[in-house]
């Protein structure tokens, strides 16, 4: 077992029970087909079915078969059965409905058009891999956000930023002419979750990708891609203009720099007549973009919403922005320079934000810019890939990680207005809406590196789709299709993962600590990392501890960060004895000896933090340990292998951190706590030399 059919595993069912009864509930299938994407959902149909039940089910074109799928259009069957307004009116949305005719139970999936029964196909499919019942089934769901889409990092020559699960799946050299199952196996993962689209390249971009050569690889991927219902995009390079275009400036007021881009999108429709647009990373981190030229973020979006509008693209322009040259607190400047260009966007232009103002990190508070530009469609980017979380080595599930900030109170319009409800558009009355998650997918036989990293890829769907569902039930149904339906492995293997990420926060950056990973690659500890280029790249500009305390003080005695949040999260964020602890030292500076809710003095909840954290992943290891022979041997043993490196390497970060800053605390490890295996400078001299997802 490699873990390559990720979630979209189709073994026979194992209740017998269970088997029997499915097996007379799905006898037939009607599915008749007028579409290529309507073609995939059969196909998909049919081979879950045949797997699943492990017998072929009848094709029936009549009224009599048990299984009913399209539209009333496709099928005149379902036009009689169903009422047209029980079907869902969103293009995306479906009706999963069971129906008692002269006791026999028919099951009808249908939608207002085929990319809504593709779904509602991923998802009957689901409940069948999840045990669930059919007996009285009535399903109606639509997604709460519209563009649900996947960022890869990756670059050209087959390296992929921060991918931890080896190289690019993009074959570029051997593209258009070769298109690999993996693609097909790649898209119908994506839609089983409702993934719509792909950015197929990074962030950090190379122009060479909006030549023609490239278009046509473009292309090739597009069209194995369309029946799936996913679009691509494209990361553009903002000076492309001079790179590709020969011009003297990449100046988006220019109005030769606007007919090129004007004419290079008409190009790119030519090949890619359902292109979904661009993303752009601009003037961050020494990437080119308007400011270059004293112009702003909006008229460098806008240029490109003008181009891209005539088609119907968008444009997804990053607030991942900051400045060392700017002196002020770098959480600050992404609002700094947002905020006051609200209202200043093209209708198709969206502001794409990290959950976070500062990088991805374990654990952030949510960024201040959601809520604070009303009159702007702003989505959001989530990591999907573990940069700052143990790459593909740690067991992180992340689902609680997004759920934390889908569920922060902005209160932008009073209580009750989360995150969920900005990047919905429900809050603002926004039609467009979207949401990015920076790809773990890589060439690995599992495409993510860790067998657990598949969750989230999974989870990042399953919330896309929508943002109320629970973490825990996501988890849950993972489980159930990627490993088993047992009763006993779910509740395990479930409580593994819902821990999972609080117990990386505990031995990594714990209370809020953040950014004190090694320089670079942000592999392991390096909390004591200065002198790294520019100082808001150093962990001491984020811990600032000294012989007195710890923490950065972003309060109004600080850097005053706090003010950019909606007055009743500002006050509790900024007043020590109401923040909530996990962010303690995010937003304040606090004594060693400070005592803190437990009783404990600061150094010594930190001690707690740590400790906790490592003996969380030995407990994954023991309860990991019971899940054998609940699971096939090959996962099993692999999880097992990785639980044993994670426990290592979350003492490894105890004792690093702790050593590191007991060298200011002055304090000594409290009673009872086993004590470091090596000296401070034992840490502090370990040196990577290969790390994957950065050149050495
Ligand atoms: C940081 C990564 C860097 C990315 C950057 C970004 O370290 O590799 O290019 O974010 O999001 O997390 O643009």
Redesign the pocket.
Known sequence: ETGYRLWLRYDRIENPDLLEKYRSQIKSINFEVKSEMAGVAKKEILLALNGLLGKKVTLDATNLASLIIGTPESSSVIKAMVTANEIPNSPEGFLIKTFITNSQLKIVICAKNDKGVLYGVYHFIRLLQSNSSLDKLNNNQSPTIKNRILNH?DNLDGTV??GYAGSSLWEWHKLPGFTPTRYTDYARANASIGINGTVLN???TNALSLTVPYLLKTAALAKVFRPYGIKVYLSARFSAPIELGGLKTADPLDPQVKQWWIDKTKEIYQYIPDFGGFLV?AN??GQPGPQNYGRNHADGANMLADALAPFGGIVMW?A?VYDDKVPDDRAKQAYNEFKPLDGKFRENVLVQI?NGAI??QPREPFHPLFGAMPATPVMM?F?LTQ??LGFSTHLAYLGTMFKETFSSDTYSKGKGSTVAQVISGKLDEHQLTAIAG?ANIGSDVNWCGHPFAQSNWYAYGRLAWNPEFSADQIAEEWIRLTFTNDQLALTAINKIMMESRETIVNYMTPLGLHHIMARNH?YGPGPWVKNAGREDWTSVYYHKADSIGIGFNRTATGSNAVAQYFPVVAEQFGDVKQVPEKYLLWFHRLKWTDQLKSGNTLWNELVEHYYDGAKAVDSMQVTWQGMKGKIDDDRHEEVAQLLKIQFSEAKWWRDACLLYFQSFSKLPLPAGYEKPQHDLKYYQNLKFNFVPG?KN
């Open positions: 990092w930023e921060r990074n962030v950090n990373k961050s981190e990053r991942f990290k990088d991805f980017e990591q940069e700052y920076v942000h950065i």
